[in-house]
Antibody, heavy 117, light 106 residues
C-alpha cells in the first residue's frame, strides 16, 4: 500500500527557512514522479514543484529560486527546502506521487506551514 | 505558463441531479487533463486522468470529456458523498497548474 507521510511543518517567522520531509512507503521514490502541492487556508490547490525519476526538477514561478525539491533514495524520502519564507507561503503542503509526471495518484495528509511573526 | 479556468466557481444541487463542471485551458494541452475531488480537511483524490480515463474505484457516475481546450466533468445522479470541491489540472507542461476549483454543495 502506498503511503506518504509529511513532517516538518510549523510556525516560522518571515525570512526564515524550513525543510519539509515526506516519508514514502509501498513504492520507490526514485522510480516515480514526486511533487509538492500547497493549499493556502480557504484557497485552491497550487502546484509547487516536481522531481522526475530522472532527477530533473521543476518549480512554480512563485517559488523558483526560493524552494528546492530533493530526494534521498537510500531513505526513500522526499524533501522541500523552503527559504526566505513570506506570509504568502502559509499553506498546507502536500507530498504527492505518481508513476506518471502528468498526474498525481497519491497524496499525503499534508503538513501546515504558517509564516508569521 | 498555461492558465486553467473553471466554471462555475460554485453550484448548489440536489441529490440525484446531473452536474456538469467545465474547465478551460489557455492553450492546447492535448488530453492531459486531470480531475480531482477534495473534501474539507482531506487531501485531494484523483478521479479522472487524461481527460476521460476513470481511475480504479471511482464510481461510474463520474465521467470526463474533452473538446479542444474545453474539458467537462459530469456527475450523473449526484450522491451525498459527492458534495465536495472539484479541481482540474493540466499535465501537459510544467508548471502543472490547477484550476481554481468548483465547490458543489447542497
Amino acid at each position: 500500500e502506498v503511503q506518504l507521510v509529511e513532517s516538518g511543518g510549523g510556525l516560522i517567522q518571515p525570512g526564515g527557512s524550513l525543510r519539509l520531509s515526506c516519508a514514502a512507503s509501498g513504492f520507490t521514490v526514485s522510480s516515480n514522479y514526486m511533487s509538492w502541492v500547497r493549499q493556502a487556508p480557504g484557497k485552491g490547490l497550487e502546484w509547487v514543484s516536481i522531481i522526475y525519476s530522472s532527477g530533473n526538477t521543476y518549480y512554480a514561478d512563485s517559488v523558483k529560486g526560493q524552494f528546492i525539491i530533493s530526494r534521498d533514495n537510500s531513505k526513500n524520502m522526499l524533501y522541500l527546502q523552503m527559504n526566505s519564507l513570506r506570509a504568502e507561503d502559509t499553506a498546507v503542503y502536500y507530498c504527492a506521487s505518481s508513476p506518471s509526471k502528468r498526474r498525481v495518484d497519491y497524496w499525503g495528509q499534508g503538513t501546515l506551514v504558517t509564516v508569521s511573526s | 505558463d498555461i492558465q486553467m479556468t473553471q466554471s462555475p466557481s460554485s453550484l448548489s444541487a440536489f441529490v440525484g441531479d446531473r452536474v456538469t463542471i467545465t474547465c478551460r485551458a489557455s492553450q492546447s494541452i492535448s488530453s492531459y487533463l486531470n480531475w480531482y475531488q477534495q473534501k474539507p480537511g482531506k487531501a485531494p483524490k484523483l478521479l479522472i486522468s487524461a481527460a476521460s480515463s476513470l481511475q480504479s474505484g471511482v464510481p461510474s457516475r463520474f465521467s470526463g470529456s474533452a473538446s479542444g481546450t474545453d474539458f467537462t466533468l459530469t456527475i450523473t445522479s449526484l450522491q451525498p458523498e459527492d458534495f465536495a470541491t472539484y479541481y482540474c489540472q493540466q499535465g501537459y507542461s510544467t508548471p502543472f497548474t490547477f484550476g481554481p476549483g468548483t465547490k458543489v454543495d447542497i
